[in-house]
C-alpha cells in the first residue's frame, strides 16, 4: 500500500510543480495554475494517507520516491532519457528510503 501512495502523490506533486514551471518558466497560459494548484493539494491529501508512524519518517522515505519519480516524468513528459549517473543516483535513494521506511526500529 506505500509504494502506490508515495508515486500517487509523486505524480500529483511533479505535475503541480510542472504547472506552475510551464507557466513561469515556459510561458504558457496562467490557466495552467488552477489544475496545478489542485494537484498539489491532492498531494498534500495523498501524502497524508501514508502508514508511517511519523510524519517526518512519511516525507522521509517518500523523497527516495519523488526522486525516481521525477526522472521518470523527465523521460517520459519531458523527452529527456535519464543517464546512468541520474539512475543511479535515484537507486542510492530508493534504498535510502526503505531504510527509512522498513528499518527496524528499537522499543
Given at each position: 500500500?506505500?509504494?502506490?501512495?508515495?508515486?500517487?502523490?509523486a505524480?500529483?506533486?511533479?505535475?503541480?510543480?510542472?504547472?506552475?514551471?510551464?507557466?513561469?518558466?515556459?510561458?504558457?497560459?496562467?490557466?495552467?495554475l488552477?489544475?496545478?494548484?489542485?494537484?498539489?493539494?491532492?498531494?498534500?491529501?495523498?501524502?497524508?494517507?501514508?502508514?508511517?508512524?511519523?510524519?517526518g519518517?512519511a516525507?522521509?522515505?517518500?523523497?527516495?520516491?519523488?526522486?525516481?519519480?521525477?526522472?521518470?516524468?523527465?523521460?517520459?513528459?519531458?523527452?529527456?532519457r535519464?543517464?546512468?549517473?541520474?539512475?543511479?543516483?535515484?537507486?542510492?535513494?530508493?534504498?535510502?528510503?526503505?531504510?527509512?521506511?522498513w528499518?527496524?526500529?528499537?522499543?
Amino acid at each position: 500500500m506505500t509504494l502506490p501512495l508515495y508515486l500517487l502523490a509523486a505524480l500529483a506533486e511533479i505535475a503541480g510543480c510542472f504547472a506552475v514551471w510551464a507557466w513561469w518558466r515556459q510561458d504558457h497560459s496562467a490557466l495552467w495554475l488552477i489544475p496545478g494548484l489542485a494537484c498539489l493539494m491532492a498531494f498534500a491529501w495523498i501524502l497524508s494517507l501514508s502508514p508511517a508512524d511519523a510524519a517526518g519518517r512519511a516525507f522521509a522515505a517518500y523523497g527516495g520516491v519523488y526522486i525516481a519519480t521525477s526522472l521518470a516524468w523527465l523521460w517520459l513528459v519531458e523527452g529527456q532519457r535519464p543517464d546512468s549517473w541520474d539512475l543511479t543516483g535515484a537507486a542510492l535513494c530508493l534504498c535510502g528510503a526503505g531504510l527509512i521506511l522498513w528499518g527496524p526500529r528499537a522499543g
